[in-house]
């Protein structure tokens, strides 16, 4: 070949070969994913999507009362163990006897209720139990003795949990649920002695300081405050504590406000407003809001409507009911109870299987269900 010819076949060679190494070639290449670790400015890997807050479906009225004649728990003759499940938008009651023990749901979108009919029920009867919805996990936990079982709503299943791993609480009161550290927490009323309990791992830890111990005697009502991410624990009659599971520091607070819970306290008396900032406490016509951020609490006036406790209807005259704080609709709902008729404390059974709404912003109450007296 003539050196002019050889030359100018190179130049078209390299030409070609650099066109391919612009455009790829005719022919896929094959990339490696990088193994290195991402620095300082890589981009972040992308977050798992967070699930969406429940809503209640187009045409629902929440705020519109449900029937009078629909299946219902039998409050007066029974304990009431209540619980939110606001991924679902159901509110979980276990109602237990003395011979029998049953699974109910109420839908705060419609405000009616069912009757689950799992295949198998905890055997708890006559007794109301440690009872919380976990949002980390999804499911409702309930506790006695050292036996644990969790509740799906949406598969409709109960199961017990094998023996926990470590130690174990020999017994437990109070119950609530930390959004912080994704776990249960739940206080043995003898030692006072604070539990954190992981669904998952199906593990207690016990917190290393002893919390205070109620010496008059009356039972313990217990909570949590989302937004200063601490337990607030009422000592009836007269003292209240906040606990802080970060550092696991208790502080004595304002004493809370004289509560009539009659007999004793069902447990259900206090609960925390998540939209209002604000733990409630009701009983009896006594109606009492706690600011963390001040350490204050409040009388509430009561609408005059409502003020004699002493009817067979209205939500005033309640003793041993529950209350708890529906995430979807911002609202309290305030179940099962003994209605009284007299300052002596005489009831009548028949009344109590209705169900009653409180807004802490507006202090209003709402029938939801009415009784089918």
Known sequence: MYPSRRSA??????????????????????????????????????????????????????????????????????????????????????????????????????????????????????????????????????????????????????????????????????????????????????????????????????????????????????????AQRRLVLVLLPSHSWTFQPTSGLWSEQAAPPQLNTGWGPSGGELTYDQSAQRTVLFSFGVLATYDATKDRWANVPLPGSLLNPLTKTGPLARLGHTMVYDSVNERIVILGTTVLTSAENRYTEPQGDDVWVYKVASNTWTELVPSRQ
């Not at 009431?80 to 011979?99: C, F, W």
């Not at 980390?136 to 506790?143: G, K, M, P, R, T």
Request: with cysteine; aromatic share 8%; proline share 11%.
């Open 9 to 226: 076949a190179i130049s078209l060679v390299l030409a070609a070969l650099m066109l391919a190494s612009c455009t790829g070639g005719d022919q896929p290449t094959t990339r490696t994913r990088a193994t290195t670790t991402p620095g300082a400015n890589s981009p972040k890997p992308t977050a798992s999507p967070q699930p969406t807050a429940f809503v209640c479906p187009p045409g629902s009225a929440p705020g519109r009362t449900g029937p009078a004649r629909q299946a219902r728990p039998d409050a007066p003759q029974s304990y009431l163990s209540v619980a939110m499940d606001a991924d679902t938008g159901k509110i979980v009651a276990l109602e237990t006897t003395e011979n029998m023990t049953r699974t109910w749901t109420l839908d705060v979108c419609t405000n009616t209720w069912r009757m689950m009919r799992p295949p198998s029920e905890p055997a708890l009867t006559g007794v109301r139990i440690p009872f919380v919805y976990d949002a980390d996990s999804h499911l409702i936990v309930a506790i006695s003795d050292q036996h644990v079982w969790t509740y799906s709503v949406e598969g409709n299943q109960w199961t017990p949990r094998p023996g926990s791993v470590g130690l174990v609480p020999s017994s437990l009161g109070q119950v609530t649920y930390d959004p912080s550290s994704g776990n249960v927490i739940a206080r043995d009323p003898e030692s006072g002695d604070l539990w954190s309990y992981n669904v998952e791992a199906n593990r207690w830890t016990r917190f290393g300081t002893p919390g205070p111990i109620n010496g008059d005697g009356y039972a313990d009502l217990m909570t949590y405050d989302t």
